[in-house]
């Protein structure tokens, strides 16, 4: 509740019964008890005035008895009056000419209007009079300021209150109900009954009794705004109506307040139909305004008169009996009651304000000027309601908390511009978002009113905590919507204003209810508020996140920007002068102070909301950063999904934010997001060497994060990989040298410590393309530094894999098994021969590792094996096979060699057949001999090796055994004539040499028939190629006169360039082979197909040909026939020839 309107007297104490009154303009119709008119002029307050009235002519033989009702019709210049049962209607300017109405004696009730209505499609202004008399309606139109009609209509009950619908449509009310009656068509509707039951039932709302009336006057949904087109005026039950026109009247009489129906225009050409204190709106058509109006109007108390401003119902009612109240100065007799006029707001139905006057009760209410004057008439005094400035009753309501009646004040207000009123009503919404969530912990609602309003996300976070608002939290003390101020208005709206004069009443609402408010955001965490508040940041970074992607740098928001106020204004209550109603009650004339006057400041609108763009990044680290908070708050589990995606939260404070609640793994997760690597791989390594077992313990979070990094950050990979690798010897070591026991616990140990193997497998030696992308030189190098069976891991990787084929890698393969190998202990462990076999394996498939390098990195005396298989690499096969018979000393692996490089080198098998039945070099170390003198080298078991010269005969039986071998088992292999040169005369003439020499015989026949085959042949395809030549070089061609190309259907001269082209199989078969076609050779260049042209000359071939087989001679007489060769199909020639 809030102060509407402020009640002045500005007559008092007149010497005559006011028993009716009328306005219009500034004009002011008084009707008295002994029949006499008067007249008034209103002066509106201004400056230093008050307002008052001005008697301006006294008509006191206006009538002969007591005026009971006063309207008036302004655009048709008519004064109605009713006095004595009948209506006298008189010039409104004059006040004179008289004119009885014959037909209305016994009238007790009357209503006007006027309108704008649309007759035969032209807009006509229509004013109507209807007067009920004596069981009929008659009902007086004008048109355009004329008079144009009567019309009477038959009534079956009493009429006690009528007001106009619209033109063509009378509102009523009986005794029993309400009914309508159409005009000119004379049918009369029933509405319903016409008391408190039937009006509830009607309204769809079943409410408690009077006394319980007055709880249905909080705030509800904001009215929309309401014009009224139209004018109305009513007398009797039903107090006065209004409009644009400005024409209102009302009658005074004692018995209207016995009169338990009563119907009033509203705003909107609405009509309010009350019994006692219960009533429904119903609009120009006589339809229930369901949908605007969805329960019915409760009044405190029975409304005996009731009229209306832009905005409000006013209503005099009177209160139970028994309430004290000062006799009228009148009649001494009359009983101790007292009245009271009732203020409601028309769209929310609310109770705004309650007037009492104590000096004597008012018996009626009008307005004039389109709702613009409200008069409340008494027997002898009349008071004027002056409207409280639209601004302060915003501010006042605003202070009470109560935002949706602030928001219907101003939709409904006429004294604000629409421009203005769509601003203020954009603030005010905002305010009530703000106060939903701070103040009525309706979260959801407020933040989808601040989307609605379109708001800049920063307007709701400041409402939070400031452990998540941050700087953004906003300071109580400087709050408009404080506790203070609320306080204050809750204080101020308990005291009363009593008047010390006789002439004023108590203007002061009753106090309102405290709001209830919630504990602050800063004092407790509101988890409803946060997960309310990470739902709107989470549809706004949508938004946010489709700007970004359609590349705008810019958001538009509405931004709400503060005014400065100055210094000394600071302690103002609410912004109103405090002493107002007080100074107000003061004035004992009608004029007063200057500084009585209300001072009106909008503390609570005092800012502007203006639409401006905002950058999308600093919004979007704004809105990311607070989602941020409120998932650490509410919801831990969503940090992760946040910040492993692309996300704008500021660095600094989500790091300390972070580090505070020990969300280590999410830290991560953002510095990664924003390119930290380095920052993320340190704390990753501090976690893992730290003590406490956490999630992040051991190497590998650091190498699993590893995998995440791109290509370029190589530099960084090798730096942190080093870390897990060497964490992962030690721990190898540690278990070797504990015979492989582990603890209780090493299980768990060995899945945050992954083995050195396992990390290369995963950071280097993997699939991912990043993996594939690193420079392998350098990884190899680094690995190789580390532990050369890394390096040898890695680059096996590479060469099966990635089939990399760089010769410094398959080098550095190379030094990696030499590095192990002559680092190894010497007793040739399984792991030794497994190493050694492994590297003789990639020396020997290897094509692509410098033989140079590797045969410099082999020991003198070591490693012969590997040794040969690298001079095999640079062709030196005799050094290599010396190696092998003498200084490994086994001729198995010396013939495996022969086999591996025969197709390279033929002559190797000979090379071997040589050494076999030679001595041994003196730059080769003979460890043969050594084999042969300890008996584990022996021909037989009878063979003795003391002596030199028998390791050497030794020897001898071994080789030429093996020479056999060789010559019967690769005989192809070996030439005889270079078996022969080479084996000594003394040979033993074994079976392996007969089994030699027969397969060379065999081979050299075998060569011979061969030889023989294919010269026979050679001689048969020459032959047949012959053949066909001669029969190629016999066709010919005639040209004459007469033949033309087939495509161009153009002659063929003597001096044309032709081609010929040769026949199909078909057409050959068909012409006995003389089916040769001939064309242009421009047309066989432009047309390459030589089937389309062969078909098209098909027929003309043939029939060439026939001419030809006929001795056809019409090329003879043309003068030379030439053939020609064909350029396109060879293995047809042409001879070029003279015709006979």
Known sequence: MHNAFNILPVLRQLP???????????????????????????????????????????????????????????????????????????????????????????????????????????????????????????????????????????????????????????????????????????????????????????????????????????????????????????????????????????????????????????????????????????????????????????????????????????????????????????????PQTRFNVEVRNIATQALVQSLHLSEEPPTGIINGSGGKQVWAIGPHTVWRLMPVPIQQQVEEVLAAGQYDEAISLVAQSDSILESEKQELTIKIRWLRARWLFRDQAKYEEALNEFTDLDATPTEAIALCPERIAGDLAEDDEGDAGSDSDNDRVNDKAEDTQETENAGAGDASPPAAAPVKKRSKPKQVIWKEALYALMRYLTEHRRVLQRAITENRREQEYVVRVLYQDDDDDEDDNDGIDKDYGEKAGRSRSSTVDDDSLPHVRLKRLAFSLERMGIPVAAMAQVVDTTLLKVYLECSPGLLGPLLRVKNHCDVEQSEGLLLEHKRYSELVDLYHGKGLFRNALQLLQSQGQSSERGLLHGSYPVVRYLLRLPAEQFELVLEYVKWPIQAGIEREQALAENDGASGSDSSTDSEDWPSPSSIVSMVFADDRPAAELFPRLRVAAFLRQMSSPLAIQYLTYAFEIWHDRTPALHDDMAASYLDLLTGGSPDKTDYDEELRSKLQRFLRMSRYYSPEKALARLPENELFEERALVLSRLGRHDYALNLLVFGVANLALAEQYCVDNVTESPVVFVLLLGILVSKPPLDVVDREADMIRSGS????????????????????????????????????????????????????????????????????????????????????????ARRQLSRLESSYVIITDTRTCPHCLKRIGSGTAFAVIPPSPTATSKSGGMGHAVVHYSCWQRHKSASKIASKDTGDANSNSDAESNGNDDGVE??????????????FQLKWASTR
Not at 78 to 101: K, Q, R, W
Not at 961 to 974: C, D, K, M, P, T
Not at 990 to 1010: E, F, P
Not at 1120 to 1131: L, S, V
């Open 16 to 334: 005559v019964r006011i028993e009716s009154a009328a306005a219009y303009s500034d004009r002011l119709l008084l009707g008295t008890s002994s029949g006499a008119l008067l007249v008034y002029r209103a002066t509106e307050p201004g400056g230093d005035k008050h307002p008052q009235l001005t008697l301006l002519e006294t008509k006191k033989a206006f009538c002969r008895r007591s005026i009971e009702r006063l309207s008036v019709i302004k655009e048709a210049g008519v004064l109605v009056c009713l006095a004595d049962g009948l209506v006298t209607l008189y010039d409104l300017h004059t006040l004179s000419n008289a004119t009885p109405l014959s037909n209305t004696k016994g009238a007790n009730v009357l209503a006007v209007h006027t309108a704008v209505d649309h007759i035969d499609g032209i807009p006509t202004l229509v004013s109507k009079l209807a007067v009920h008399a004596k069981r009929k309606v008659v009902v007086l139109e004008w048109r355009d300021a004329e008079f144009y009609k009567t019309f009477e209509y038959s009534a079956a009950d009493k009429i006690i209150a009528m007001q106009f619908a619209s033109p063509g449509l009378l509102a009523m009310a009986t005794a029993r109900e309400f009914l309508t009656l159409q005009i000119p068509r004379g049918q009369w509707d029933d509405l319903f009954p016409a008391d408190t039951a039937s009006l509830r039932t009607v309204a769809g709302v079943a409410l408690g009794g009077a006394s319980g009336a007055a709880t249905a006057d909080s705030s509800s949904g904001a009215g929309g705004p309401q014009t009224a087109p139209s004018t109305s005026s009513g007398s009797g039950g039903g107090g006065g109506g209004g409009g644009m026109w400005g024409s209102w009247a009302i009658g005074l009489a004692g018995s209207t307040t016995e009169a338990k129906a009563t119907i009033a225009r509203m705003p909107g050409d609405k009509l309010l139909l009350c019994h006692e204190e219960i009533g429904v709106f119903i609009n120009a058509a006589g339809k229930l305004c369901h949908r605007e109006y969805t329960e019915p109007v409760v009044f405190a108390r029975a409304p005996t008169e009731i009229t209306y401003t832009s905005s409000y119902a006013i209503a005099v009612s009177q209160e139970p009996s028994g309430s004290s109240s000062a006799p009228s100065s009148g009649d001494s007799r009359r």
């Open 937 to 1024: 080298l022996s021909a037989s078991d009878t063979d003795k090796h003391e002596t030199e010269a028998q390791v050497e005969a030794v020897r001898q039986k071994l080789h030429r055994r093996f020479a056999g071998h060789l010559l019967s088992v690769h005989h192809q292999n070996i030439p005889a004539a270079d078996a022969l040169r080479i084996l000594p005369l003394d040979m033993e003439f074994s079976s392996d040499i007969l089994k030699y020499l027969r397969s060379q015989l065999c081979a050299l026949d075998q060569g011979m028939r061969s030889t023989n085959i294919v010269q026979n042949l050679r001689l048969g395809a020459d032959q047949q």
């Open 1118 to 1131: 043309g003068g030379n026939t030439h053939t020609a060769e064909t350029p396109a199909w060879p293995g």
